[in-house]
């Protein structure tokens, strides 16, 4: 995919996995999904996360929806779950897979990355990935083990130093703040709380798109 088409997807990158969730998985997906959002990312991990049989047949039934919509379907770290399903995509950290591996196992998937300063970010471009993650720009109690909160500095630093690759911001991203996110120079933001812990999903992947502007 060029620059520009995975730009467009990642408007709003809704991230979810079951323990993100209050009710079914799936009736979240499918109404964030009514509501607007560009690419979906697996994210099973954390405290009482599926694992086994289990968590591929969620990964699969809402691989399905996702299919259905023709949003594109990203795995988060678990290369031989995405390559089992035939993902769309996989999304991995710094202390994952790495990325040109990752390339080399999927072919023309989408590879992203989690970055946290410019030497990631080139050595992410270099190993052939399509986009990056940064963050958190807010601050999150998703992510245990999250960074340090760095607001927009690097993704600002990062256009200020004219490199045009594609940037999703991520971590403590609602209607209010994300096009703070944009304007910094993010191609769109990732999300998951603000969406799946919301009463309506569709409602507010409707605002974060409406917010994000493009
Ligand atoms: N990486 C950095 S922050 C974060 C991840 C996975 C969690 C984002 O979750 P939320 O609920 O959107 O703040
Ligand atoms: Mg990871």
């Given at each position: ?50 694992t086994?049989e ?116 991520i ?13 910094a ?30």
């Open positions: 995919m060029t620059n520009e088409e995975i730009k467009k997807l990642l408007q709003v990158y809704f991230i979810m996995g079951s323990n993100n969730c209050k009710k079914d998985p799936k009736e979240v997906l499918k109404e964030a999904i009514e509501g607007g959002v560009t690419v979906f990312q697996f994210r099973e991990k954390g405290e009482g996360a599926l086994g289990a968590k591929y047949q969620l990964a699969k039934e809402l691989q399905q929806i996702c299919q259905q919509h023709s949003v594109p379907f990203v795995v988060n770290d678990d290369l031989d779950l995405a390559i089992r399903l035939q993902a769309d995509g996989v999304h991995i950290g710094q202390e994952d897979e790495k990325a040109h591996i990752v390339r080399e196992k999927i072919g023309k998937g989408i590879v992203g990355v989690s970055v946290h300063n410019v030497q990631e970010l080139q050595q992410a471009i270099k190993d052939g990935a399509d986009y990056v993650g940064m963050g958190p720009v807010f601050p999150t109690s998703t992510k245990k083990d999250a960074k340090a909160v760095q607001g927009t500095k690097l993704i600002e630093e990062v256009r200020n130093q004219n490199i045009d690759f594609p940037i999703v911001g971590g403590g991203i609602t209607p209010e703040n994300a096009k703070q996110v944009v304007e120079g993010a191609d769109g933001v990732s999300i998951i709380t603000a969406i799946s812990l919301a009463a309506s999903p569709k409602e507010k992947a409707a605002q974060l798109k409406e917010a994000v502007g493009k």
